[in-house]
């Protein structure tokens, strides 16, 4: 049975905090890009710009698509190390805002950070798009396992957890429900397919550090 560890209110608090904390790292929304990494970070990646743009009104906050100087999405699928076995997602849109990332501030928005390979891949397409004067990442949620060195610089929740373990993010937009919860995948599921590993159980694809 998955247990609740972030309620819709807690993973508000969380993401006001990740957005005072990127204002606070970049002193201000100056030269500000937030990409986030399909699904959920896409979602995740508006409500921080949202929040930025409420904290500090000249910035301008909007969503993918639309000429936000601010959040866009990243889609990594084809630059990731597994291809070969046909672990990956569809492909999503990449959407850069008109500004571009050369010179800005880029924060990278996922809702789980696991192995660190999803964040690897948006590096390297991020590389292919433009040269970012410094890049962050931003993560709901850090659940530790990391197979690269790679590092959270805003953290909404340290999740410690073992591999058996899946966490589920649902976001209102794609799950009409908002909580994190953790689950033993071993106990509820000794039928699973186990090669795929533990990942982000929700009701429409991602490519979430969870996956991989």
Known sequence: MARVVLSQADMQRALTRIAHEILESNKGAADLVILGIPTRGVYLAQRIAAIIQRIEPEATATVPGSGSAMVGALDATMYRDDLSRGRTRTPSPTQIPSGGVDGKTVVLVDDVLYSGRTIRAALDALNDIGRPRVVRLAVLIDRGHRELPIRADFVGKNLPTSTDERINVRLAELDGV???????????????????????????????EATS
Request: charged residues 25%; without cysteine.
């Open 178 to 208: 908002e909580e994190v919860s953790i689950e033993n995948r071993a106990a509820e599921h000794p039928e699973a397919d186990t090669a795929r590993g533990p990942g982000t159980s929700t009701s429409a694809p991602s490519t979430s």
